[in-house]
């Protein structure tokens, strides 16, 4: 059994699973497209620390990390996700079914992205939605329902030219989140290949 699936792999869902990644996670990150539309982004000029780079760049180097992580990605559309009597999640990707402690939505909405909108799936397990379809979170990114989170497009949040970076940041501390409801701790600091306890 998975600790974490990731349901969507734009910028938001990849950071997700880099980071659980980096904690220790048992982690799958499922999407349609890999990616999502970054990788057709011509050039990112306004993503801190970096000059300039293309989107497919990008991605390249974050799925090198993701694997370097050990979090898994799979590039397939999820049919059904349900959960079980012990509260946990099954999800179905086509031919395949997995099972999950805890679950990132991070697949952008219906109104943006059609083709990547996983407000049905939320639907389904009875999360709730605005009236426009976007996933509602506390503060802590979760949803009404234990062990599912949300981050990214599938929030209601302005677009805007820092959109890759608020989709990174929230993926990054959607995945702290998750940590913490399975471990019962804060997410620790990460610096180089240690970790450090965060108080």
């Known amino acids: 059994m998975d600790d974490l699936i990731i349901i969507g792999a734009g910028p938001a ?5 880099l980071y659980a990644g980096l904690y220790g996670l048992q982690t799958r990150v499922i999407g349609e497209s890999i990616g999502g539309e970054l990788k057709f982004a011509p050039m990112i000029f306004d993503y801190p620390g970096v000059k300039a780079i293309k ?11 993701l694997k370097e992580a050990g979090a898994e990605i799979i590039e397939k559309k999820i049919t059904a996700i349900s959960r079980n009597d012990q509260g946990s999640f099954k999800v179905n990707a086509q031919d395949e079914m997995f099972e999950t402690l805890s679950l990132i939505f991070a697949s952008g909405n219906e109104k943006r992205r059609p083709q990547y909108s996983g407000s049905d799936l ?5 999360i709730e939605l605005t009236q426009e379809n976007f996933i509602l979170v506390d503060e802590k990114m979760r949803t009404n329902i234990p062990g599912i989170y949300a981050a990214g497009n599938c929030l209601q949040y302005p677009l805007g030219a820092e959109q890759l970076i608020d989709a990174a940041a929230q993926g990054a501390r959607t995945a702290a989140q998750v940590y913490e409801y399975l471990k019962g701790k804060k997410a ?3 610096w180089g290949k240690a970790t450090i306890p965060n108080l």
Request: aromatic share 8%; no cysteine.
């Open 13 to 17: 869902g990849l950071t997700a699973g």
């Open 55 to 65: 989107g497919s760049d990008w991605l390249d180097a974050i799925l090198f990390q």
């Open 122 to 126: 939320a639907k389904s397990l009875g």
């Open 188 to 190: 620790p600091l990460l």
